[in-house]
């Protein structure tokens, strides 16, 4: 007999959940990196992972497979074998689509000869999250948004080259950086979940954006790893410049001039190059008496706290004559300071420092990019110019001459003769120009 409760009350079951509960995945219960890679990718595809999941663990797993790398056998030189079916079956239990196997393989070859070189994997090394720069730059690579066909294009076509080399080279000509790419796959312009830019673009502007070390300019890695014909030489004190592109078998030596999206461009900044003597200047500032401001070598929007030397009326020179002081002596002796290692540009110097004439700035800058050529280009290999590359306005610019670059109204950065203090400025990068289209 049922007791009343239960004759007279509507029984209400317990709700069945609608779905089943994921577990979320570990990172320790992977095998290996790859694994992990593409299980996680496969989660965040099915919507089993949120976007901020899916960055925290693949962050924990690029940490937990950090390897110690060799620059001289890297790690895919040490495991990855030249064939592509010797990968499958060692392999083939794990990842259940081949075509991501295939793309990946190639992969591992493209970063074999990218060109990243030791200055690159130490300037790396620096960070703990960017040791293992060769998984890193193959998953990343993997990970940039596009389609499975799109991947598998990119991977199938990178021994011919996305950079084009003729463009490239094409001297004193602004283009867009899209203008200098090649052998990319269109877009579905039907397909409007699809990014309507080419993977080949999006890998490039990752590699421009993301992949900037300390003291490896925006655009440097980018050119090299999408071009077997372009080779990073590391742009060191005896290089001749920062990378080395074959066309047609000879070989082009050119620096590389970068600007990213926040940040100062790439300087004319090499110990070689330098011409300036610190202490010189403040010796010269400290005759006249002026002392404990900082002061630019021109007027500049970006250093209006800064005295300028030149250029304005309330400029060193512009206050020194007003108060009588010897204006032809005090441009001599500057002169000499800011070009101590150039002496044929004195006179010219001193007649524009004498003038008050802000296009000392102008001239300044010249001469730093005419002695790149004096003194980084060797006998057999000399430099054949400048590329100036803009991230943020992705414009590319390749320079022979500097006539030819002052016509697209480039932004120079101030030049600070002196530190914030009025004391001597000692960071030599601030006397190199930074550079912008």
């Known amino acids: 007999m049922k007791p009343w409760f239960e004759k007279e009350a509507d029984i209400i079951d317990f709700p069945k959940p609608e779905r089943k509960v994921i577990k979320m995945p570990s990172v320790a219960e992977y095998p290996d990196f790859i694994t992990g890679v593409l299980?996680?990718?496969?989660?965040?595809?099915k919507g089993q992972i949120g976007k901020d999941s899916y960055d925290r663990l693949y962050t924990e797993l690029i940490h937990r497979f950090m390897k110690k790398e060799s620059f001289e056998r890297p790690w895919f030189l040490r495991e990855a074998s030249d064939e592509i079916e010797t990968i499958k079956a060692l392999l083939l239990n794990k990842i259940k689509d081949e075509k991501e196997l295939a793309i990946l393989q190639k992969l591992l070859k493209v970063v074999k000869s990218a060109g990243v070189d030791d200055k690159l994997v130490k300037a790396l090394k620096t960070d703990q999250d960017a040791e293992p720069i060769l998984q890193r730059l193959v998953a990343q690579i993997m990970d940039t948004e596009g389609t499975q066909a799109e991947k598998e294009h990119f991977a199938n076509n990178f021994t011919k080259g996305f950079i084009n080399i003729n463009?490239?080279?094409?001297p004193?000509?602004?283009?867009?950086t899209k203008q200098i790419l090649q052998n990319e796959m269109p877009p579905d312009p039907t397909n409007k979940d699809q990014k309507q830019t080419s993977f080949v673009f999006a890998v490039f502007d990752f590699l421009c954006k993301k992949y900037t070390p300390q003291g490896v300019g925006p655009g440097e890695v980018a050119l090299a790893v999408m071009s077997p014909q372009i080779r990073r030489i590391g742009g060191g004190t005896g290089a001749v410049g920062d990378i080395e592109i074959d066309n047609g078998g000879k070989k082009h030596y050119v620096e590389v001039k970068g600007k990213n999206v926040k940040g100062t461009a790439g300087r004319l900044s090499d110990a070689k190059v330098h011409v300036v003597d610190p202490n010189g200047?403040?010796?010269?500032?400290?005759?006249?008496?002026?002392t404990g401001q900082r002061i630019s070598l021109a007027p500049s929007a970006r250093a209006r706290l800064a005295v300028p030397l030149v250029g304005s009326e309330g400029s060193v020179v512009a206050k020194l004559s007003q108060a009588g002081g010897d204006i032809n002596k005090f441009a001599g002796q500057m002169a000499q300071a800011i070009f101590a290692k150039e002496p044929e540009a004195q006179a010219k110097a001193q007649k524009l420092i004498a003038a008050n004439d802000a296009n000392l700035m102008t001239f300044y800058t010249r001469v730093l990019y005419d002695r790149y050529y004096k003194i980084?280009?060797?006998?057999?290999n000399k430099l054949a110019g400048f590329i100036f590359i803009n991230m943020k306005n992705n414009s590319f610019f390749f320079s022979t001459n500097y006539d030819a670059l002052s016509q697209?109204?480039?932004s120079l950065a101030p030049i600070y003769l002196t530190n914030a203090s009025g004391e001597a400025n000692m960071d030599a990068r601030e006397f190199g120009t930074a550079i912008s289209l």
């Open 167 to 170: 463009a490239v080279l094409t």
């Open 376 to 380: 980084k280009s060797k006998e057999e």
């Open 281 to 290: 200047i403040i010796k010269v500032l400290k005759s006249v008496n002026q």
């Open 39 to 45: 299980d996680l990718q496969a989660r965040r595809d």
């Open 172 to 176: 004193n000509q602004k283009m867009s």
């Open 408 to 410: 697209q109204n480039p």
